[in-house]
Nanobody, 123 residues
């Protein structure tokens, strides 16, 4: 069965850091495109970062550029999202979603979603 499982969320103070993990099973990440998506407490969803693992390209939305880094460990079949300089507006549920056809970032189909991991940025 094709699955994605997110982990690593929790409570962090503003300015702090957190690393999220997205582990895939039932398929290999190196032929797919993975997008990290945040759902705010207001239920608004936005793609934040994407990696096209066919060619190693990565992309970021302006709101997280310079603060977040996406990376892939093919040996562990895991995609990471390193989040630095966190802000209260980063609070939300973080999901990873896979395009199994490996289409270009921001032109993807979200074929498979994980269940999300919650990140709360607060003092």
């Amino acid at each position: 069965q094709v699955r994605l499982v997110e982990s690593g969320g929790g409570l962090v103070q503003p300015g702090g850091s957190r690393r999220l993990s997205c582990t895939a099973s039932g398929f290999t990440l190196n032929s797919s495109t993975i997008t990290w998506i945040r759902q705010t407490p207001a239920k608004e969803r936005e793609g934040l970062s994407c990696t096209s693992n066919r060619d190693g390209n990565t992309s970021y939305k302006d709101s997280v550029k310079g603060r977040f880094t996406i990376s892939t460990d093919n040996a562990k079949n895991t995609v990471y999202l390193q989040m630095n300089d966190l802000k209260p507006e980063d609070t939300g549920a973080y999901f990873c979603a896979a395009d199994l056809r490996g289409q270009k970032c921001w032109q993807v189909d979200y074929d498979t979603w994980g269940q999300g991991t919650a990140v709360t940025v607060s003092s």
